[in-house]
C-alpha cells in the first residue's frame, strides 16, 4: 500500500508553514503543556519520535539532557526543515513511514508521537511495533486529533446562516476507517478509529495505561487568541501516556 504523503505537496507545505505550531514551535502548539506533563525525565534516555515533522520535540528531548533522539517522518520537506534546524550530533532523522519502522528490540526507553497516528491505517500494527522496540519500563506518549473531531469527514462546526458556529456535530463515530477531509488543502487521507479502539490496542499489545487527557489551550494562549475559546466546547486532541512494564 502506498503511503500518504501530503506534506512533500508543496501546496500543502506551504499552508503548513503557516500554521502557529510551525512558526512558534512547540509553544505554538495549544496542546503542548498537557503533553509535556506526560513525558517522564528525558535525561540520559533514548527517545524515538515517529512523525517528527520540524523536529521540535526531538530538540526538545535533547534540551531535557536525552543521550540520543531519532526523528522518523515520511516527508523529505518536513526533514530538510528539521535538519535545517538542528545541529546537534546526537539527533538522527530517518524518512521512512511510520508503519515501516522496524527498530531493534528494547532499543529505546521512551516513544513519542505528535499528531501523526491518525494519518496510520493500522495502529494496532504500530502498537505491537512500539512495544517492541521499548525497553522495558519505557513510556508510549502520542497525542492524535480526537475522534469526535476525525468522526465526520467534514470535520468541521454546523453554522447558521449568519456564520455562527452552532455546535459540533458527531455522527458515524463507530464506522471507524479512512476520511477523505480537508486539512490546509483538499484531499488528505485520515483514519478515525474510537476512543475504545485506541486504548484497547494499546492494552492489547501489552501497555499499561498511565493517563488519558482531552486538553484545552493553556489560559494564557485563550487570552491571546480569543478565537480559541471554542476549544472548550468540544475536545479536538486525544493524548495518552502507556508504558511497557
Not at 55 to 84: F, N, P, T
Amino acid at each position: 500500500m502506498v503511503k500518504q504523503n501530503k506534506y512533500d505537496d508543496p501546496k500543502f507545505f506551504a499552508e503548513y508553514e503557516k500554521m502557529p505550531r510551525s512558526a512558534k514551535g512547540l509553544e505554538g502548539a495549544g496542546e503542548w503543556h498537557v503533553f509535556k506533563a506526560l513525558l517522564p525525565d528525558l535525561r540520559n534516555k533514548s527517545v524515538l519520535d515517529l512523525g517528527c515533522g520540524f523536529g521540535w520535540h526531538c530538540r526538545y528531548a535533547r534540551e531535557q539532557k536525552a543521550s540520543k533522539v531519532v526523528g522518523v517522518d515520511i516527508s523529505e520537506k518536513m526533514l530538510q526543515r528539521a535538519r535545517e534546524m538542528t545541529n546537534d550530533p546526537y539527533i538522527s532523522y530517518i524518512r521512512m513511514p511510520i508503519e515501516d519502522i522496524n527498530f531493534s528490540k528494547e532499543q529505546f526507553d521512551v516513544v513519542i508521537s505528535s499528531l501523526a497516528l491518525h494519518y496510520v491505517e493500522s495502529f494496532k500494527a504500530v502498537c505491537q511495533k512500539v512495544f517492541t522496540c521499548l525497553k522495558t519500563g519505557g513510556a508510549f506518549v502520542f497525542s492524535v486529533e480526537h475522534p469526535i473531531f476525525t468522526c465526520r469527514k467534514e470535520q468541521d462546526w454546523y453554522y447558521d446562516d449568519h456564520g455562527n458556529r452552532l455546535h459540533w456535530p458527531v455522527d458515524h463515530y463507530h464506522s471507524e476507517g479512512m476520511r477523505k477531509t480537508a486539512f490546509l488543502t483538499e484531499n488528505v487521507i485520515k483514519y478515525h478509529r474510537t476512543v475504545s479502539t485506541y486504548i484497547n490496542d494499546l492494552i492489547r499489545s501489552g501497555f499499561n495505561i498511565r493517563a488519558v487527557k482531552e486538553p484545552v489551550p493553556p489560559e494564557k494562549m485563550l487570552m491571546r487568541l480569543p478565537e480559541m475559546k471554542d476549544e472548550w466546547r468540544r475536545p479536538m486532541f486525544l493524548i495518552i501516556s502507556a508504558e511497557k512494564t
